[in-house]
């Protein structure tokens, strides 16, 4: 059974970075997406980024830009650089992964949370102005 342990979470001033870390245990990973989703207080899960198992990477328009995933398979790990952050992007962040999917993903399926049957338990990120 895979699980996910997510770290690198914390507080920082806006206008400053964190990296979040995924590490996967299990039998499989390669084969699936592999997703970022966050919660603040009051507010729904809505979907961060992705990427596929083509290497192909998803973000949500609130992130575009500043926020960058990558995944290394050998390391069973998925990492988010987030830069420029602002107090909007205070949170829980949990890292997410789908069943086997097809080797090119789409928007519609990264982004819906129903897409994925693992989950972390969260990392907080903290941004004060």
């Known amino acids: 059974q895979v699980q996910l342990v997510e770290s690198g979470g914390g507080l920082v001033q806006a206008g400053g970075s964190l990296r979040l870390s995924c590490a996967a245990s299990g039998r499989t990973f390669g084969d699936a997406v592999m997703g970022w989703f966050r919660q603040a207080p009051g507010k729904e899960r809505e979907f961060v980024s992705a990427?596929?198992?083509?290497?192909?990477?998803f973000y949500s328009d609130s992130v575009k830009g500043r926020f960058t995933i990558s995944r290394d398979t050998a390391k069973r790990t998925v990492s988010l650089q987030m830069n420029s952050l602002s107090p909007d992007d205070t949170a829980v962040y949990y890292c997410?992964?789908?069943?086997?999917?097809?080797?090119?993903?789409?928007?519609?399926?990264?982004?819906?949370?129903?897409?994925?049957?693992?989950w972390g338990q969260g990392t907080q990120v903290t941004v004060s102005s």
């Open positions: 997410a992964k789908s069943p086997r999917t097809a080797f090119f993903a789409t928007i519609d399926y990264v982004s819906t949370p129903s897409s994925y049957i693992t």
């Open positions: 990427i596929d198992r083509s290497g192909g990477t």
